[in-house]
């Protein structure tokens, strides 16, 4: 879904040097504008709309790349394409893939809410993938991103299908008042059996964004939960979810052969 004609997107904040925090080595990320989701607490929120940013075709995103194509290929490093959620572009990835140099790497964040075709049009091109889960839980991903995760799910089974698992790093957050910390390890243990790398990570949500959005948007997280410290206990949350629950489900989806997704 590339926004403008001729594989040109737009593209926001290139941040150079980045050591082994977006993929291996050392690399440049390019965050492509645009995301169908609504995460309560996203923190690119500008790079949700189409709109933001400077139209770019591949080739002039190459010209502002190339200068560190010496560390590129010292580090085994390269180009992390994040977002918004890079795999709507995958027209203009794949066009920079043909002309960047080989030896660079090509690395996606994305949280692998696409259609299968968006998927599997990147497929031959990204070296790298790392997913940013949000949450196994079916009912609490809804309410975290106002969406379901099916494709997040049958795309992360896709993926180990065609045993691309051990190029897949997956996130798990723990995100306070959303899921617990036990339930973020739960997950990435399941996962971590399923052949994919995986991490954890206390989601830490910066306290003007809660102020800002906790009114009106994110019920579920107590608005005293302003003042986080990285030793805060799991805070309780509404309802009632149970990760054995999903992770039964994502069993029963791994375990269901899949029809027509080689094609
Ligand atoms: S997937 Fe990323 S860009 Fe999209 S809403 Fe969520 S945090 Fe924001």
């Known amino acids: ?13 290139i941040s150079r040097l980045r050591f082994e925090t977006d993929g291996p080595g050392i690399r440049t990320l390019v965050p492509l504008s645009g995301c169908r989701l ?55 990835i794949r066009r920079f893939c043909e002309i960047c140099p080989q030896e ?25 993938w790392i997913i940013d889960i949000k949450d196994l839980d079916s009912a609490r991903y809804l309410e975290y991103t106002g969406e379901s995760n099916d494709d997040v799910l049958s795309n992360l089974e896709f993926l180990r299908q065609l045993g691309v698992a051990p190029k897949v790093l997956v ?3 723990w995100i306070r008042g959303l899921n617990t910390r036990k339930e ?11 052949g994919f790398k995986t991490e954890t990570f206390d989601y830490l949500i910066p306290k003007d964004f809660l102020k800002k959005y906790s ?30 629950e ?18």
């Open 104 to 128: 660079w790497t090509v690395a996606v964040e994305t949280s692998l809410n696409v259609p299968r075709e968006d998927l599997q049009g990147v497929l031959e091109v990204v070296d790298h």
């Open 1 to 13: 879904m590339d926004i403008d004609n001729d594989h040109t997107v737009r593209v926001a904040g």
């Open 184 to 194: 973020a390890i739960l997950s990435a243990t399941h996962l971590a059996s399923q």
């Open 246 to 263: 999903q992770i039964k489900k994502l069993h029963e989806l791994l375990t269901t052969p899949l029809t027509g997704v080689y094609e």
């Open 38 to 92: 609504d995460c309560a607490y996203c923190i690119n929120g500008n790079l949700r709309s189409f709109k933001v940013g400077s139209p770019c075709s591949p080739e002039e995103l190459l010209e502002q790349v190339k200068l560190d194509d010496f560390y590129f290929r010292a580090s085994g490093g390269g180009i992390t394409f994040g977002g918004g959620e890079p795999l709507l572009h995958g027209d203009f």
């Open 215 to 244: 009114d009106h948007k994110c019920d579920f997280l107590p608005g005293s939960l302003v003042d986080l410290g990285d030793d805060k206990p799991d805070v309780p949350r509404k309802g009632s979810f149970s990760i054995h």
């Open 171 to 173: 996130r798990v957050p």
